[in-house]
């Protein structure tokens, strides 16, 4: 069972940056995708990034150009760089893995606009 736990959430004035940095418990290299989700009040969870065991990443057209994802397989990290934000970027933030899929308990990020 692998744990995942998230840190670096919390409330930013619109335009200012947050880097959100998830620990996994074991080898990140088993997994072939590593994410980010967020969750909005009285939303679905949705996808906002993603990077694969070689590195390739993804992202959600509504965080491109202003959002990075990064993965440290010696570390076991994954990270969030979220720059320019925007209040409608307000949500709890999840790390997860794929596959099987892995949750961590989430970290809120609040904009203020």
């Known amino acids: 069972q692998v744990q995942l736990v998230e840190s670096g959430g919390g409330l930013v004035q619109a335009g200012g940056s947050l880097r959100l940095s998830c620990a996994a418990s074991?080898?990140?290299?088993?997994?072939?995708?590593m994410g980010w989700y967020r969750q909005a009040p009285g939303k679905q969870r949705e996808l906002v990034a993603v990077v694969s065991s070689g590195g390739s990443t993804n992202y959600a057209d509504s965080v491109k150009g202003r959002f990075t994802i990064s993965r440290d397989n010696a570390k076991n990290t994954v990270s969030l760089q979220m720059n320019s934000l925007k209040p409608e970027d307000t949500g709890v933030y999840y790390c997860?893995?794929?596959?099987?899929?892995?949750w961590g308990q989430g970290t809120q990020v609040t904009v203020s606009s």
């Open positions: 997860n893995t794929s596959p099987p899929p892995h």
């Open positions: 074991g080898n990140i290299l088993r997994f072939k995708a």
